[in-house]
């Protein structure tokens, strides 16, 4: 037995209620690695999963957890042996296949990465899928041109998961770096992790009819979408490309084609669930090479599976910030 974050549902009322309790191993769904878990995280999906599912969640009781890093226990497959440190993110595992915010797991050895040299497994989770989306954010900026004194990088929603650990790479690269924030408060933080301004985030939520203004990002990531994301693409530099992570500003996009056309702008679209399996070592290996580790347990909040029902309503609502570590054991 061993304890995991079960979700159940109501059929009658539709209403979800999470707790942690014991379960079997013979419960794990199927799979060619089981995993001892050692740390997870919360990512805004895990919120949706852990409340009302937010039409991720196939069929209950469920245990979330999109990401997690452990111990490999069983393998049947010749890649992992007991004993390997291992890390997963995406696949829908927490959504559609029972996840990480359980002492144990059990999951396809294709959806595993090796724990990548220079992190221990909290340290992954301290990573976790918001620090890996934005590190392959950062790769696909580079592939478009993105160099060090090309102007300042703006970040949206930068005191969150995917910002704060892109503000630091970003940072750490020696990139001039703008922080984005509705919240007055994490200034000083993001000033730490690196941003060298701070932008406040009316200052680009108001749509324009512009379709273009003066070029000041060389580049951008950006966890907003809406109109922040139609605003931004007017201000870019030419040649200048926005990596699109998120949407927590909204899914529409009010903007036109024209600094496409005129500034040779480009919109790249960053998906971490799906990604190839050379491109997640890639961008692991980056994770350990370039991301200041003094820096990522600057963000760290620590937490235990019995805070999970809280803090998954508290990231949907905005306050969560930085990078919160689930120790499953503790």
């Excluded at 950062?138 to 300042?152: F, R, Y």
Aim: charged content about 20%; aromatic content about 6%; glycine content about 14%.
């Amino acid at each position: 037995m061993f304890d995991a974050l079960m979700v159940s549902k109501d059929v009658e009322t539709g209403k979800t209620h999470a707790e942690v309790t014991q379960i079997d191993l013979d419960r794990l769904p199927e799979g060619d690695v089981t995993v001892a878990v050692e740390y997870s995280t919360v990512n805004y999906k895990d919120g949706l999963c852990i409340g009302p599912g937010g039409g991720l969640v196939r069929k209950y009781p469920h245990i979330p957890g999109i990401d997690f890093a452990g111990t490999v226990e069983a393998s049947d497959d010749d890649r992992y042996k007991p004993g390997d440190k291992v890390v997963l993110t995406g696949w829908r595992v927490g959504e559609a296949h029972w996840g990480g915010y359980a002492q144990k797991a059990r999951v396809k050895a294709d959806w595993l990465v090796p724990l990548p040299e220079g992190l221990d497994t909290r340290q992954a989770m301290a990573v976790g899928t918001a620090g890996f989306t934005a590190m392959l954010s950062v790769m696909a900026l580079e592939d478009h041109g993105l160099v060090p004194g090309n102007g300042p990088v703006l970040v949206t929603g930068a005191a969150g998961g995917v910002g704060s650990v892109g503000v630091a790479i970003l940072a750490a690269l020696g990139h001039e770096v703008a922080g984005v924030t509705g919240r007055p408060d994490t200034a000083d933080y993001l000033k730490s992790l690196g941003a060298t301004q701070i932008v406040a985030r009316e200052e680009l939520n108001e749509t324009v009819k512009r379709p273009l203004e003066s070029e000041t990002w060389a580049g951008c990531i950006d966890a907003v979408g809406g109109e922040m994301l139609a605003r931004v693409l007017g201000q870019m530099k030419y040649g200048g490309s926005v990596a699109a992570v998120g949407l927590a500003g909204g899914a529409g996009l009010p903007a036109t084609v024209i600094p496409f056309l005129l500034r040779g702008v480009n919109l790249l679209g960053i998906d971490s669930v799906m990604q190839p399996y050379d491109n997640r070592l890639r961008a692991w290996q980056r994770i350990g090479k370039d991301l200041p580790l003094s820096k990522l347990e600057d963000m760290v909040v620590p937490a235990t599976l019995s805070d999970l029902p809280k803090l998954g309503a508290d990231i949907l609502n905005g306050q969560v910030r930085g990078r919160v570590v689930v120790d499953v054991n503790g």
